[in-house]
């Protein structure tokens, strides 16, 4: 089925729901006006539809290939990638001094989903150029920003990040990467790196590595590293790319799915790389473009959800089984069920990663630190239930086709092999859990009861036309208020951590309601306001039960001892 871009869902958020116009009010973006943005939308989505989503299934059937130590990307992979760069869609964000378009994140997040949803494993990549370009804009030199930045942004070059190591997954203060100073100002960078989304491709002139290693002195731990820019070709005094760089890629993974997508083992044998940011600091430039991506991982889940969903309603109204009054099981009672929870689950996901967007290029017009905690707030919140949509959209599309859905040929289930990995990259969904109990609520949940009073107020507002769903959100609201109250409380933060998936869970089906019912009372009479209800009434509950888990506490999964737990 050909996929559709949906622009005007993507509309009807910014106007309505996550509170774009704030954005545009602004002095720094204030050139995205409706018009503009919806222009942009439109011309992305041209390309998402026929550049991108005809690519899909190529590249799981051909995947990227080394051949004697050359990289051989999917067929048409090149011809995509030069559509992406040409657009300027990789640049969307990016410093326009630079050549980027200088647009809010709302706008690049927007185009991302919908290039996730066209085809996963080649928008891997300009996320990964996007993230470097953003470390690099914060942290890098003058002088290396002058002459990578204009090449990451055109498409002429390419970015990765390199953290994971053999011995060092999530555990990122565990890496062997050495660097040692080379007297010149550069390094030489020694160690190997895997899981390296897109290290290397046949379609650029160069691709740049942002690799982690501790320097001689650097103290044991996360506090020792240092950030690197390793590039495959050391550029001439003419910022060409010149020799070939002492690295390489060792092997490809051989993944469940993603296949088009090159994961790289990578080698560094004394490869010359310049020092991003301060020595020993590396984690906190890093954390630049992690976050980036963090956000932009969710946007892959919610778009491999768009598309997965696509996919099942077109099935579902084609195929003819049993008698209803279409004559296609659109219309069977369980598979109406599955459809609307897609959809309702879609739109309530999309809704949470736009918001968070628009907390992040808040904080950036205005400074204001209230937007910057509200930015990190929702940033885990984001990428954890954006992926989990993806995937259990995914899945729940195999389930629409039934047996079909068990057949390649129907493309169902290459959906959820590409998304599954969503939940574990750039951070597994159980640290963005933690991280949301923890770090983001070191401030005793400050910025989640700012948040709280903003849902209570609206769902106040609403009970005098909708209290059949403004009474519910309200209520389930004040819920998670309390819950958030005990979980502050918690000093033991093994206590906390116990319940953090599912208290994170809950908040994200507490926030759905909160935009659903925007939705709904934006278009009353209308479809959305029909979701709405469906998602507050059938959805919407399963708030109660997380929160049960969420405050459970440690003892009951500690109660079985690790000899036990083999019995």
């Known amino acids: 089925m050909p996929y559709r871009a949906p622009i005007s869902d993507y509309e009807f958020l910014f ?51 080394l051949e004697n130590g050359v990289l051989r990307t999917s067929p048409g992979y090149a011809e995509g990638w030069n559509a992406i760069a040409e657009g300027g869609w990789i640049g969307m964000s990016g410093n326009p001094e630079y050549g980027g378009m200088g647009l809010p994140m709302a706008v690049t997040t927007a185009v991302n989903e919908m290039m996730s949803a066209a085809c996963l494993s080649l928008q891997l990549a300009p996320l990964m150029s996007q993230g470097q370009i953003e470390a690099l804009e914060h942290h ?50 020694t160690g190997q790196k895997i899981f390296i989304s897109w290290g290397d491709n046949d379609f650029c002139e160069n691709v740049c590595h942002l690799v982690l290693a501790r320097l001689p002195d650097g103290a044991p731990g996360t506090r020792g590293i240092s950030l690197f820019l390793v590039p495959k070709f050391i550029p001439d005094e003419n910022g060409n790319p010149g020799v070939a760089n002492d690295l390489k890629v060792v092997s490809l993974e051989h993944k469940m799915g993603l296949h088009g997508s090159p994961t790289c083992v990578m080698q560094y044998d004394g490869a010359k790389g310049w020092l991003v940011g301060q020595e020993h600091k590396g984690m906190a430039a890093m954390f630049t473009m992690m976050n980036n991506a963090r956000l932009g991982v969710g946007g892959q889940g919610v778009g491999v959800a768009e598309g997965a969903y696509q996919h099942a309603l077109a099935y579902a109204l084609e195929r003819k089984q049993g008698k209803t009054p279409s004559g296609t099981i659109v219309d069977h009672a369980d598979v109406r069920r599955m459809l609307m929870e897609m959809k309702a689950d879609v739109f309530a996901s999309r809704a949470i990663l736009l918001a968070n967007a628009v907390a992040i290029d808040m904080a950036q017009a205005t400074g204001d630190a209230d937007w910057a905690a509200r930015a990190a707030l929702l940033t885990p919140i984001a990428k954890a239930f954006g992926t989990e949509t993806g995937i259990r959209v995914a899945e729940t599309g195999v389930q629409v ?23 574990i990259y750039e951070g597994t969904n159980g640290i963005q859990a ?9 401030d005793g949940g ?69 935009f659903h019912l925007a939705a709904a009372l934006a278009d009353p009479d209308g479809p959305r306001a029909k979701l709405a209800r469906f998602y507050i009434n059938a959805l919407l509950p399963e708030h109660a039960g997380l929160l049960a888990q969420a405050q459970n506490g440690a003892k009951d999964l500690y109660a079985l001892s690790a000899d036990e737990l083999a019995v």
């Open 140 to 189: 890098a030199s003058d002088e290396i920003k002058e002459l990578y930045l204009p090449k990451l942004i055109s498409g002429e070059w390419s970015g990765t990040m390199n953290l994971t190591e053999p011995q060092a997954g999530s555990d990122v203060g565990a890496l062997s990467s050495k660097a040692e100073p080379n007297g010149d100002g550069t390094y030489s960078i």
């Open 15 to 65: 106007k309505n729901v996550v509170g774009f116009d704030q954005v545009a009010e602004t002095e720094r973006f204030a050139e995205a006006s409706s018009d503009v943005v919806s222009a942009i939308l439109t011309e992305a989505g041209k390309m998402c539809e026929q550049v991108m989503a005809p690519l899909q299934r190529p590249g799981d059937l051909e995947p990227a290939r």
């Open 446 to 514: 400050e910025a989640a009861a700012r948040l709280l009073d903003e849902i209570e107020a609206q769902a106040e507002g609403a009970r005098a036309t909708m209290p059949e769903l403004a009474g519910p959100v309200w209520e389930a609201t004040e819920s998670l208020r309390e819950a958030t109250e005990w979980l502050t409380s918690q000093d033991d933060m093994t206590e906390r951590f116990a319940g953090a998936l599912p208290y994170l869970r809950a908040f994200a089906r507490v926030l759905g309601g909160h």
């Open 434 to 442: 933690m991280d949301l109990v923890g770090r983001k609520m070191m």
């Open 401 to 423: 086709h039934g047996g079909m859905g068990f057949i390649e040929e129907t493309g169902a289930a290459q959906y959820y092999r590409d998304v599954r990995v969503t939940a």
